[in-house]
Structures are given as C-alpha cells and as structure tokens.
C-alpha cells in the first residue's frame, strides 16, 4: 500500500462522521432551496384566485351576512338599552354642546355682523355700551334676546270672565281670545276658590317660556302675557304701569265702551315695558 | 266688539248638559257619557233679529249630586243667563228643583234663570208633560240633545231674553 492509499484510508476512518453530517446539511440545503422555489411557483399561480375569492367574499358579505348581522345587532341593542344609552350618552353630549357653542357662534357673529352693517343711534348706543363694559357686541345683543317682552294684553270683566278689550303689539293671533278670557276666568275661580284664599287673588301662570301676569282691579282684570326673563325688576316695573294705566286713563266709562278702552290701551302700551 | 254674555250650565250628573252644549255649540252628539271635571268653556256666537251678533260665552259646569248650592260659587259670579236641566227620566234630577231655584233667585237675583227637562228622546211628551205638572215642577222647554230636538229654538230665544 502506498504511502497515498494509506493517507486516504485514515482520512476515512477519521473523517467518516464529519463527511455524513456534511452530507446531510448539504441535503437540507437542496430541500429549502426546492420549498423555497416551489412556494414562489405556486405563489404565482394560486395568488390571483385567492384575490378574485377574496374580492368576490367582499361584495357578497352585505348580501349573505348583512341580514344576520343587522338581526343581531338589534338583538343585542333592544336586550341591553341601558348599556346602549350608557355608552352614547357621553358622546351625544358631547356632540350636541359642540354643535350648540357653534350655533351660538355663528349667531354672535351674525348679529355682530348685522350691527356693523346697521346705523342707528340704537346700535351706536348698543356698540358704545359694549365698548364700555369690555364685552362683544354679539354678547350684548343676545342678552337683549332674552329681554321680556309683551305678547298679548287682556282686559277682562272680573266675575263674568267676558273680555272687554285685548291689544298684542305682534301679528294677531289665531287662538279666540273670548274663549281664552272665559278659561283664564276660570282658572282663577277655581285657585282663588279651592285655596279659600279670602281676598287672595292669582296674580301669575308660568308656562315654558311664557309668563301671565295678572294684576287685578274693583271690576276688572288685566292679563299680560309675557315673554322672555320675568324678573322681579320687570314686574315692578309692569305692575307700575298697569297701576297707572288704570288709575289715569281708564274710566268706568271706558269699562262700557270697548272701543274706546282698546284705543287707549293700544296708545299706552304702543312702546316696548322695560 | 261683539256683544258677550256668559250662559252656565246647572244640574245634576248626568243630565245632558255637556250634550246639549255640544249639540248648541258644535251640532254633534256623542252616547258615550264622560264626567265633566271643574269647567269647560265654549263659545257659540248667534244672530239676534235685530241684526246685532252675541257672543254666547257658554260655561259647562259639572253636576251637583245634590243641590245647586255645591256648584262652586264663583263659577256663577258674573253670570247673564243660568240653564238648569234635568234629567225627565230619573226624578232624583227635579226633586230639589223648587229649592234651587229659590236659591237661585235669592242669591243671582239679576240673573235670567231658564229651566230645561232634556232626554225627551226616551219619553213621550204629552206623558211627561203631565206627570211634571203633576208634580208641581216648573220647566221652560224639553229637549233631546239626542236629535236635536228643541235645542236650536231654546237658545236663540235665550239669546234674545238676555239682551234685552
């Protein structure tokens, strides 16, 4: 045996373990490499079905599942309303009282605008004023929204509940004023009766944003139906000109001719009560 | 302004006075009966002969189980015309009729007082006629708020009586 042969034979005997290992890393090699190879291969082949199913699952699902869907939901809205409103509430609020400050933006802006635009002593006044208390123009003109205003004024037979006269400084109403004269009347009897109030007579109804101020006299009674903020500064102020009102130009006379106390009435309270 | 008088209406429960407002006011009749709580107002506006309009202010109280005397007072205040109607049919509704008319004319004295025997629908007149004369009970007219009978022609002689 050469001195080759021999080399060779305990290369193989000493090397035989690395040689199998070698042998196997280079067989998982050639596996990935085939994996890898086929997966891109079939990548492209089974890639656009995928997406033609997947578009076509898409269009379908209102079709098949939107009913079930929609039946649950309602299902689950109608079992559980509280923990429905619980959770919408917060958002609700949220919603409305963002969109209400740009409403009431909008508003002051608008109104700020038309005050610009307008020249009267009464905006010059409104604008000097603002400047002087250091607030907006808008500002002031919505807090002159909320002024209380007088809608409709009823002059009415005290017993018999029959009107005597009626003034509204705004478009005339539909509703029939006898028959709103007869009922306030009653209203009246009856509180003043069931109360056994002696002397004690009703002198407010408040509903929603209106207000009736009753100020009573001998015969006679007048309602005032008020819009706005009632204060007590403006009832001061409204009972006072009701007082004189009665005492200086209305006459019994006056009690028996309705034309003339309409007149009258009408020219008294033709400006605004402040 | 037209000229306004307030008309109320007196009686027991369930004599017909809410139907024979309705019937005078609105021309409709209902059978099924409900109680008239405190008051109601409607009002009914009527051609005098004499060309002039009167607002008729027509005051529907609820019914007394007794006597007048229960009706609240201040309902009556200031009244032109009172109507009290009766039921022809139950007694119970005219046998205090005497005593409240009294009661009546003591306390309203300027006030026209017109008694009314209503349901003539469910009798027959000439008997009713009888019986109640026979009893001493005083009536103005008869009436069915039921067909109508009598009511148009009542209230437009009211209408004149009380503004004259």
């Known amino acids: ?274 | 302004m037209t000229l306004s008088k307030k008309v109320v209406l007196l009686g027991h429960f369930g004599v017909g006075k809410t139907s024979l407002f309705r019937r005078f006011v609105d021309n409709e009749f209902s059978e099924e009966y409900k109680v008239t709580l405190g008051v109601q107002i409607k009002k009914k506006v009527v051609a005098l002969p004499d060309g002039r309009e009167l607002s008729m202010i027509m005051w529907d109280t609820e019914g007394h189980s007794d006597s007048v005397e229960d009706t609240r007072k201040s309902y009556l205040l200031g009244s032109h015309a009172f109507i009290y109607v009766f039921d022809i049919t139950r007694e119970e509704t005219y046998k205090h009729l005497n005593q409240d008319l009294e009661y009546l004319t003591k306390n309203y004295a300027k006030v026209i007082t017109k008694v009314i025997g209503n349901k003539l629908d469910l009798v027959k007149e000439k008997d009713v006629v009888a019986h109640l004369k026979e009893e001493n009970i005083p009536f103005d007219c008869l009436t069915s708020a039921k067909t109508n009978k009598n009511v148009q022609d009542f209230f437009s002689e009211l209408a004149v009586a009380i503004t004259q």
């Not at chain 1, 085939?34 to 699952?57: A, T």
């Not at chain 1, 609700?92 to 400050?101: D, P, Q, S, T």
């Not at chain 1, 309602?223 to 200086?248: H, T, W």
């Open chain 1, 1 to 274: 045996m050469e001195e080759q042969d021999k080399l060779k034979l305990l290369k193989e005997l000493l090397l035989t373990e690395e040689k199998e290992f070698a042998d196997s890393i280079a067989q998982k090699v050639e596996e990935l490499n085939k994996i890898v190879h086929q997966k891109q291969e079939l990548s492209y082949k089974v890639d656009p079905i995928i997406d033609d199913k997947l578009e076509e699952f898409v269009e379908e699902i209102p079709k098949t599942l939107g009913p079930t869907i929609t039946q649950t939901l309602k299902e689950e809205i109608k079992n559980s309303q509280d923990a429905v409103v619980e959770a919408l509430f917060p958002i609700i609020g949220k919603m409305i009282k963002k969109y209400i400050a740009h409403e009431m933006r909008l508003l002051s802006e608008n109104i700020s605008r038309q005050t610009k635009k307008a020249f009267s002593f009464k905006n010059w006044f409104r604008r000097t004023k603002a400047r002087a208390q250091g607030v907006s123009e808008g500002d002031l003109a919505l807090s002159d929204y909320a002024k209380p205003r007088l809608i409709q004024m009823f002059v009415v037979e005290k017993h018999s509940g029959i009107l005597i006269t009626d003034y509204s400084p705004m478009s005339e109403g539909t509703i029939d004023k006898e028959m709103v004269a007869g009922m306030l009347t009653a209203i009246k009897s009856f509180v003043e009766d069931a109360f056994e109030g002696g002397d004690q007579n009703l002198e407010l109804i408040e509903y929603e944003l209106y207000t009736i101020h009753i100020q009573n006299f001998y015969s006679y009674y007048i309602a005032a139906v008020i819009s706005g903020a009632y204060s007590m500064m403006f009832k001061e102020v409204l009972e006072d000109q009701l007082l004189e009102f009665a005492q200086r130009h209305i006459s019994n006379r006056d009690l028996e001719n309705s034309a003339l106390f309409t007149k009258k009435l009408k020219k008294y309270f033709a400006d605004d009560i402040v």
